[in-house]
């Protein structure tokens, strides 16, 4: 009753055009969903985003639901995740690849899913941390646990989109370390991020990971810089 009233002085629009949505749509319309860039990466073992990290980290798997591209439908939905505390669009992206990651073998194994965490003065700043409810999801249907308490932030740095890659790579450095007990130990974890860009930060965060004996890593975002 109390949505339907909301619905009625603040009709919900489209992240991606700006239309008023349908009483069917979420999020997005029909048509901007059909034009979102899906990155089809769950159906190839040696994709872009395992590319990535070639050399640098031993994953199980890495995978990006969307392209992310400037001025983009994708674009908008991660600025009103991560700037305006649209949480349900990390829900919405969770949702829309979960019968996808059902069918990676690499997956079946996952012990828990960790989220790659803010910095506390940005957690206090912000409110939450954007790939929370993303990650929440995930979790949830892959029956599996949600722990953010592993994986900490230690440094606080500004934000990277704008360095290149040698300074991203600088300025991420030790900026994470792990907390874990024994029964951790020889766990595989699900890393989830937000957009995927040079990896620095990605890995940054499996090198504090892999100080817990006998890890094993898989990374999942929600979009990847094309």
């Known amino acids: 009753m109390l949505k339907s009233l909301l619905n009625l002085f603040f009709p919900p629009i489209c992240t991606g055009c700006k239309n008023l949505l349908l009483p069917n749509e979420e999020i997005i319309c029909t048509i901007c969903r059909h034009e979102i860039p899906v990155t089809q990466h769950h159906s190839m073992e ?29 674009q908008e939905l991660i600025h009103n995740l991560k700037y305006r505390g649209d949480q349900e669009i990390g829900t919405f992206i969770g949702e829309w690849y979960l019968s996808d990651l059902k069918k990676i073998p690499a997956l079946f194994t996952i012990d828990a899913v960790i989220p790659v965490p803010i910095h506390p003065k940005k957690l206090r700043s912000r409110g939450y941390n954007q790939v929370t409810t993303f990650g929440q999801t995930i979790a949830n249907g892959l029956n599996t646990k949600y722990i953010d308490t592993i994986l900490i932030r230690t440094k606080y740095t500004q934000t990277q989109s704008k360095k290149n890659l040698l300074a991203r790579s600088e300025g991420i450095q030790n900026a994470f370390d792990v907390v874990y007990s024994e029964d951790q130990h020889h766990k595989h974890f699900l890393l989830v991020d937000d957009v995927l860009t040079t990896g620095a930060t990605l890995e940054a965060c499996c090198i504090a990971l892999q100080k817990i004996p006998g890890v094993k890593i898989s990374i999942i975002t929600m979009a990847m810089a094309q």
């Open 46 to 74: 040696d994709n872009e985003a395992m590319g990535k990290f070639y050399g640098r980290i031993d994953l199980q798997h890495a995978s990006a639901v969307f392209y992310f591209h400037k001025k983009g439908i994708v």
